[in-house]
């Protein structure tokens, strides 16, 4: 009967292990579509067009913000970076549930959109801040410099939590599994309401 998909949307800390999370959704839930970023800048060696990035040109992520096609955007070191609305809307008219791994600047921005009454979010964190620390440094892939810039942006998005459908700690990697599939199959529930008054319209004459 109801044919648009929705959007599930997952925010939090770098090193909150949002990216597990997401890759859980992927394996187990069937008709999903990960949101990919459009970006300005060159490709690098190994990154896959449709995969890593859309790359498009200067002029052509230009044009798209002058007919307000993306979701939301920013320029980052003089090169473009955003959500564009083509994929994601060419995801929810194919019925799929869409996955964002966004930011809280990047949330914010879907919430004042059309869309924002198919979404369902989630901010994902760690039990504490000190976790949080230990976890970015087990990675062994940032300085202590970047870990002590990412310590001070989790503080700022933490401030955020109050405005997300649901929060989950990860504190056990394998129960955090089984809340977000939880979600995921809940999100699939929120509806388009132009759908919603058709459906109205067709139960009361059926």
Do not use: C
């Not at 979701?71 to 996955?99: F, M």
């Not at 087990?138 to 939590?161: F, S, V």
């Amino acid at each position: 009967m109801f044919k648009k998909g929705s959007l599930l949307i997952l925010s939090g800390p770098s090193g909150a292990g949002k990216s597990t999370l997401i890759q859980t959704v992927l394996e187990k839930e069937e008709n999903v579509y990960f949101s990919i970023s459009t970006t300005t800048r060159p490709k690098r060696p190994g990154e896959v067009e449709g995969k890593d990035y859309y790359f498009v040109s200067k002029e052509e992520f230009e044009k798209d913000i002058e007919e307000g096609m993306f979701l939301e955007w920013a320029n980052v070191h003089g090169n473009y970076y955003g959500t564009s609305l083509r994929p994601v809307l060419k995801a929810l008219d194919e019925g799929k549930l869409v996955l964002f791994d966004i930011d809280v600047q990047g949330f914010e921005s879907i919430k004042r959109s059309d869309l924002a009454p198919l979404a369902t979010s989630v901010f994902v964190t760690t039990p504490s801040m000190s976790e949080l620390e230990h976890r970015l440094q087990m990675r062994g892939t940032d300085t202590p410099e970047t870990i002590a810039k990412r310590l001070q942006n989790a503080i700022e998005e933490m401030a955020y939590m109050k405005e997300y459908d649901f929060i989950l700690i990860n504190s056990e990697l394998s129960r955090s599994k089984e809340q977000i599939l939880a979600v995921a199959k809940a999100a699939r529930l929120k509806r388009d309401p132009k759908e919603v008054e058709e459906f109205v319209g067709y139960w009361k004459t059926h």
